[in-house]
């Protein structure tokens, strides 16, 4: 939680308009409950019966991840993967390296 409760004040702090944080399904009511408080948009994505992915920052971000339709990171296509790495404020070089790549162009 500690983690969590840095990335939350580094979104407040301007330095991220997303975040991405692996978490606990069972933490996932108290996670929900201090982002409702927080009023920071926020969004769920199942790994597996233990494990969740949780997004949280800026509503378009969400929204954007929200149309991705719930899929684990590994089925992104190569357009959502570019987009999430953007959003989630990695290199651009890095992640043009990265598109170009999965694309073999």
């Known amino acids: 939680m ?3 409760i ?15 944080y692996t978490m606990d399904i069972a933490d996932k009511d ?12 926020y969004c769920f994505t199942k790994i ?6 949780l997004f949280f920052g800026a ?9 991705f339709g719930g899929k ?4 992104y296509t190569d357009e959502e993967d570019f987009m999430l790495g953007t959003m ?3 290199d ?7 598109y170009v790549k999965r694309k073999n162009l």
């Open 59 to 67: 509503e378009v971000c969400i929204k954007i991840i929200k149309s």
């Open 48 to 53: 597996n019966s233990e494990k969740v992915n």
């Open 2 to 4: 500690k983690i969590l």
């Open 6 to 20: 840095h990335h939350i004040y580094e979104y407040n702090k301007g330095l991220r308009s997303l975040v991405l």
């Open 72 to 75: 684990c990171l590994s089925e």
């Open 30 to 41: 108290k996670v929900r409950k201090i982002l409702d408080r927080k009023e920071i948009s």
């Open 88 to 90: 989630l404020g990695y």
């Open 92 to 98: 651009r070089i890095q992640q043009c390296e990265r």
